[in-house]
């Protein structure tokens, strides 16, 4: 699912500011833990392409966006804003990720 995270600090090639992320982990852990796991989104056309970014639509986002699926990361669920969109597209990014990290 897709939601607005609060990502600063940042360092580096991070991604900065209030910004929608995709919510990877289930809900059991994310209730366990108070954290998410997450992956960075943006509406930047990126140069690299699968499994390093993947092209969604049918998010309901304002703009065309793209997963940065090397850029996974946890965040408190406290720095979970409004629910902002569904996603019908995660086996797609959980995918990209396995060719990344290798399954």
Known sequence: MFWLG???PTLSHEQARSRP???L?????????SMVIADALTSQKPSA???LTFALSNTGLPK???VKIGQI????TQRLGKKIASD???????????EIIGD
């Open 49 to 51: 392409g699968f499994p």
């Open 73 to 76: 990361g946890t965040l408190s």
């Open 64 to 66: 065309r966006s793209w």
């Open 6 to 8: 609060e990502v600063d």
């Open 21 to 23: 992320v995709l919510v």
């Open 88 to 98: 019908e597209e995660l086996e797609s990014v959980i995918e990209g990720l396995n």
């Open 25 to 33: 982990s289930e809900d059991i852990f994310n209730d366990k833990s």
